[in-house]
């Protein structure tokens, strides 16, 4: 069997194609409807890519527009802002990766020490329910609670402190921009690596505390090492977003006293592309942005293989 | 799950156990404070809450923010709009995913690695908002109901953590049913489904509340206020435009804005459906536990 | 495995580029003048037709359009002012509105499709008549203002010049309608606060200099402690341009009055007069540091418990804070019109409103009723349509009283009847309507006791400005190289300038960094091109 095996694993695409057809007929099919749905809605419009390299007129539509080349990125790295929002993604992506990353997996750790089901459970409820509210939402509440006369300036004042304007300082944009994405995310993400917990063989910590292994060591030597292939799928999955911030929260919350810190390329992108109708331009930061994803991904892949055997392929 | 009934626990794991649920106690009150801020705002006295009296407990009820709510010309329309954008987005979603993911979790189907590599590419790349739109503009989407619930039934996320779920089950239930003549096709539906009830659950869940939050598909492509979704209502509650002071004229407006207690009354009433249905599902979760690893 | 990937996109590709060829041939048979021509032609034809048969109406059958435009409160087409349309013109209106934070999404996604709504009104739509309406979205309404079809428009705009030239978009042809205030001025933002607390502590609401205002805030920040005297919501340039604007610049480029010429205003000393005064008061306690995000509400309530007196807005406030905050207000409570001070012994007059208004109605080049909504948009400037559409209908919604003033018959929500029951009726709103004139200000604007007071204490003092207006590009190019590089320098400049106002940056530093860069950033060139574009617009 296993040379059977392996000797469809060395054979050409067309001829695995073709074994397919024999053997697995249903499972073709079966991958129909799905390839269907993403052809037409995922590469369809990707295809809106090219307008990067032209002059993108929207009555002209693609076929009329004119093409110039690498323009639009040469106007991107010249740009006085270039710099800046380069930096600023960069730098809000690792932030919010150093500190939301590991928070789901302390949480995941911290429920699997619970003894009492009912417990367990209203915990979980508990730290699920934000995922559930809209970003709107959200900076709302914080815009809220943050304000001048909001909850947290008032316990402020009662320990006679100054009052603080959060959100035109530029020093608090990155801690709240990431406070409230942890808030937001980490019950939900955590459900991933509980599932990781639940799979780890139970007799293993049995084994563990007949040789007096307390329960706090037993997560660093049982319960994290088993835990390492779902860890290392996210983080390489997380490493390739960490330049997609995402708009819509930053366009709620930023304000000329916090650009120096909240401008990033998603935010410029949106405001090239409604504002200034600078199709062309937009779609070239925005292809810019992708490439330096996918540079991030395949890095971290890479060095995954390389270094831990793990890898997403 | 760790065995809860050990006889007794070394005064090292004791200490441990206090501390941990000292840190989960903490937690879960910075989880829900926020939550019930909100609603007490809603329901309190707008002036009370103007001044600043409001932390936790309501002032002086006033159920004025829900009715002004209620009596919103498009309240009801974009109410039911949304559930039923949510109903069948999931169900699209459930379906679209579920027979993608499952021959990709065969080992024998050859061709699996090449279609996923497909679905992992749109993780990173898109093509932008308005070539999007044109490209749903010719397929005759625009204002239609099925660009609320299509566009979205495939996400390369949601067929990567099916896959892995499929992948668990054990593949000797597929070869004895084999054996007894079942098509593929059969095991899909007979045998696979059932058994990843946990797995559809979470997935349907977590589109269901994606569907509900969203609002930017509604926004672009929809024209019709009587299609709206409840979000686009909600927005316009919530969100007040920045002002451009050569923007002259400006004025009326901008200065009808809502009270505090309307804008959180209008995040209860979106919100609170969409958790209710999450206690039902719930033992779902304790199930989807068994994932195992989401690694393929 | 890499080249399996390239095949699958070389496919798609492929379809989409057969798919997209087609669907190009459709856009270019919509956009393409010709047929469009032959169109009006046959259109033509047909008007002739109807007027030989004598039918006057805007619309001779019932039609049904739509309309879109931007509203915080969705429409369904219910509404008054729509069943008022209906009535007058036979014309049954679909509303489509999304509110005015989404708006501009929404209009480029529309653009996008080529498909456009019947009618749109559009804040800022003379930028998308000029850009757009040459290459073919929006009805050319040229010919039809010289066959005679826009009378009423024509009368109007030829009545406050320069209207017309700026409703003409660089390719010299008409592609919308402007909202027009049909009064020799209606009053706009104003130096305005709390003169109830002024007379109670003897303090003049006339400030003859900057340093007098300045002294009077000292004096308010001792008598109230807890309270920051000068306090501005919606954001850090409506601050900033206000302050400015008292001192005869801008926050940007701008037209200086003496010269004639447009100039940049933050390479001023006024400018950094402004900035060293704002962040004295800042530094002081004097300035609300939550410059930058005061909502609405926080800033009813900072004036109604005595935290804030001194401020910029709109007069009619005065009246709508107390039917607001209700009894909330502190006894005596009066919020009206202050003369804002002179800077080197000058007050510039206050903003007005008068004439042309942008926010044009552009009617789809797509639409099968063209002729129809052309009528509809003359009627809108008639005197039958400018009070359909601020009152109603006459002798069902209003009547007039023997003076000429109007009375509502039903009960709708306005300044004037705070009470009332029918909250949206859509009467009297600027996203609607097209004419505004001193009937409609008097019934729905001076109506209350502050927003009285306001105007006649402005009057008195002679305080109100001349409306003004900005210049017009004649060419594509330009335009869109005069607006990146304004962005640019404006986001830069409004950065720099929050920074100096909370002291993170120095004054210092303006003229040797600031200044430098906004003009590496172009701002020579932006001069150059605003000023030929104001000279081809206004001096020929």
């Known amino acids: 069997m296993a040379t059977t095996a392996e000797k469809i694993s060395k054979m050409s695409i067309f001829s695995k194609f073709l074994y397919d057809w024999k053997c697995n007929r249903s499972f073709l099919l079966m991958s129909i409807p799905g390839l269907i749905i993403i052809a037409l809605f995922a590469y369809y419009p990707m295809v809106g890519v090219l307008t990067a390299f032209q002059d993108y007129s929207l009555f002209k539509g693609m076929s009329g527009s004119e093409w110039i080349g690498f323009d639009n990125f040469r106007r991107f790295f010249e740009d006085p802002n270039f710099f800046r929002i380069v930096k600023n993604t960069f730098l809000l992506g690792l932030y919010n990766l150093l500190w939301s990353f590991p928070a789901p997996i302390v949480l995941a750790l911290l429920i699997n020490e619970m003894v009492h089901p009912r417990i367990k459970r209203f915990v979980q409820t508990a730290t699920y329910l934000p995922y559930f509210i809209s970003v709107v939402v959200i900076v709302g509440i914080m815009k809220s609670m943050f304000s001048d006369a909001g909850i947290v300036n008032d316990m402020l004042a009662a320990v006679d402190a100054d009052p603080i304007q959060f959100f035109n300082e530029s020093g608090f944009f990155r801690s709240m921009y990431i406070g409230s994405d942890i808030w937001q995310g980490v019950g939900y993400s955590s459900i991933l690596y509980l599932a990781a917990i639940t799979g780890i063989d139970t007799e293993m910590y049995d084994a563990a505390k007949i040789d007096g292994c307390s329960r706090f060591k037993q997560i660093f030597h049982i319960t994290l090492p088993s835990m390492r292939p779902t860890i290392i799928t996210l983080f390489i999955l997380a490493v390739g977003s960490i330049v997609s911030v995402g708009f819509e929260k930053i366009l709620l919350m930023y304000s000329p006293a916090t650009y120096d810190v909240a401008d990033v390329i998603s935010t410029y992108v949106y405001r090239k592309g409604i504002f200034d109708q600078d199709y062309g331009f937009s779609s070239a930061i925005g292809l810019f942005n992708s490439v330096v994803s996918i540079i991030f991904l395949l890095g971290a892949n890479y060095f995954s293989k390389k270094f831990l055997d793990e890898g997403l392929w | 799950m760790r065995n809860p009934n050990r006889i007794r626990d070394p005064i090292e794991d004791q200490v441990f156990l206090v501390i941990v649920y000292i840190i989960l106690a903490i937690t879960v009150l910075v989880m829900l404070y926020p939550f019930a801020y909100v609603l007490s705002v809603s329901i309190s006295d707008p002036a009370e809450v103007m001044a600043g009296k409001v932390s936790f407990f309501p002032r002086g009820f006033d159920k004025g923010a829900y009715q002004t709510m209620v009596n919103h010309p498009v309240f009801y329309t974009a109410y039911k709009n949304t559930i039923l954008y949510t109903a069948v987005g999931t169900i699209f979603t459930l379906f679209f995913t579920s027979i993608t993911a499952y021959p990709l979790s065969k080992d024998k189907f050859q061709m699996r690695s090449y279609i996923a590599q497909i679905y992992i590419v749109t993780m990173f790349f898109s093509g932008g908002m308005i070539p999007t739109y044109l490209a749903f503009k010719s397929m005759h989407l625009i204002n239609t109901f099925w660009v609320m619930v299509l566009p979205g039934a495939l996400s390369a996320w949601n067929v990567i953590l099916m896959r892995s779920f499929f992948r668990n089950i054990p593949e000797a239930l597929s070869e004895s049913a084999h054996i007894d003549g079942a098509t593929n096709f059969q095991i899909f539906t007979k045998i696979y489904l059932p058994l990843s009830k946990p797995i559809l659950a979470t997935i349907g869940l977590f589109t269901a509340v994606g569907i509900w939050n969203g609002y930017f598909s509604a926004l672009l492509y929809l024209n019709d206020n009587t299609k709206y979704p409840l979000q686009m209502i909600l927005r316009s509650i919530l969100i007040t435009a920045s002002v451009d002071p050569s923007d002259k004229g400006a004025y009326a407006e901008l200065t009808h804005s809502p009270t505090e207690s309307l804008k959180m009354a209008s995040i209860v009433i979106s919100t609170l459906p969409i958790m209710c249905i999450y206690p039902f599902i719930q033992k779902y979760f304790v199930k989807s536990l068994m994932v195992g690893s989401i690694k393929g | ?540």
């Open chain 3, 1 to 540: 495995m890499k080249r399996f990937l390239v095949f699958f996109v070389a496919i798609i590709v492929l379809i989409v580029t057969g798919c997209s060829s087609n669907n190009s041939n459709n856009n270019e048979s919509a956009t393409n003048t010709e047929p469009a021509a032959t169109n009006a032609s046959t259109d033509a034809d047909k008007d002739a037709e109807a007027s030989a048969t004598g039918a006057e109406k805007i619309s001779a059958k019932p039609i049904e359009v739509n309309w879109f435009f931007t509203a915080n409160t969705p429409y369904t087409g219910d509404e008054e002012v729509f069943k008022t349309i209906e009535k007058y013109t036979n014309i049954k209106i679909k509303p489509i509105n999304v509110s005015r934070a989404d708006s501009a999404e929404k209009i480029n996604t529309m653009l996008a499709s080529g498909e456009l709504p019947d009618m749109m009104s559009l804040q800022g739509g003379q930028k998308y008549a000029d850009k757009y309406g040459p290459q073919g979205a929006f009805l050319d309404l040229t010919t039809y203002m010289e066959a005679g079809k826009l009378d009423n428009m024509k009368a109007m705009l030829e009545k406050y010049s320069p209207a017309m030239d700026l409703t003409r978009s660089p390719d010299g042809k008409y592609y919308g309608a402007p909202r027009m205030y049909d009064v020799p001025y209606r009053a706009d933002e104003v130096l305005i606060g709390r003169t109830d607390i002024f007379a109670k502590n003897n303090l003049s609401t006339k400030f003859e200099s900057f340093d007098d205002l300045y002294n009077t805030l000292v004096e308010l920040k001792k008598l109230y402690p807890d309270s920051y005297p000068y306090f501005v919501r919606w954001g850090t340039n409506h601050l900033i341009w206000n302050q400015a604007y008292f001192r005869g610049t801008d926050t940007s480029f701008h037209l200086d009055q003496a010269s004639q010429k447009y100039v940049y205003g933050p390479d001023s000393q006024a400018y950094k007069d402004t900035l060293i005064f704002l962040n004295k008061l800042y530094s002081e306690g004097l300035l609300n540091p939550n410059f930058a995000t005061i909502t609405d509400e926080e800033w009813n309530e900072l004036l109604a418990t005595n935290k804030g007196f001194v401020t910029i807005d709109y007069p009619q406030a005065g009246d709508e804070i107390i039917q607001t905050m209700g009894d909330k207000t502190p006894e005596g409570f009066e919020f009206t019109a202050m003369l804002q001070p002179k800077y080197n012994d000058t007050r510039v007059g206050t903003i007005v409103l008068s004439g042309y208004y942008g926010a044009l109605k552009m009617i789809s080049s797509n639409s099968k009723y063209k002729d129809e909504l052309v009528n509809l948009i003359n009627w809108m400037y008639s005197p039958e349509g400018i009070n359909a559409m601020q009152f109603g209908i006459e002798g069902e919604s209003y009547e007039k009283n023997a003076d000429g003033t109007v009375k509502f018959l039903k009960d709708f929500q306005t300044p004037a009847t705070p009470n009332g029951t029918i909250t949206n009726s859509g009467l009297n709103n600027q996203d609607l309507f097209t004419v505004v004139n001193q009937e409609a200000i008097n019934t729905y604007e001076l109506n209350g006791a502050a927003m009285k007071k306001s105007v006649a204490f402005l009057n008195e003092n002679n305080a109100f400005g001349k409306a003004t207006f900005n210049a017009k590009f004649t060419n594509d190019d330009e335009q869109k190289e005069y607006g990146d590089i304004k962005t640019a320098i404006d986001t830069y400049v409004e950065e720099a300038s929050v920074n100096v106002i909370i002291g993170k940056q120095s004054i210092d530093t303006w003229d040797t960094k600031v200044i430098p860069q906004v003009k590496e950033l172009g701002s020579e060139r932006a001069l150059e091109l605003i000023n030929k574009a104001y000279d081809e617009t206004f001096k020929k």
